[in-house]
């Protein structure tokens, strides 16, 4: 089974970082430290492994290059892949609304 490098961009760990701060007011500290580790791990599980099989991006058209989304819970994951790399660009936030996915 082919393994993907999975690389996590300086933007894309500060949305995570940014979303972790703001679940630490909302949820407490316990709770957002939790989410935000879940969500680290599905990010690398899912996409070292799988990543073709996240469907297309619609900002694929406005920028020309293939990005996927993967959602998760509330949020959306934008990543492109180059060769045995994907390269996580942002990780959007309100995605389906609501609270934390427990």
Known sequence: MKRFAVIISPTAEADIVDSFLWGCEEWGVDVAESWALRLRDEILNQLRLFPLRFPIA??????????RQMI????????????????VTHVRGAFLGGGVEE
């Open 58 to 67: 619609p900002e694929t058209a406005e920028v020309g290059i293939e990005f």
């Open 72 to 87: 998760s819970g509330r949020y959306r994951v934008l990543f492109y892949i180059i060769g045995n790399e994907v390269r």
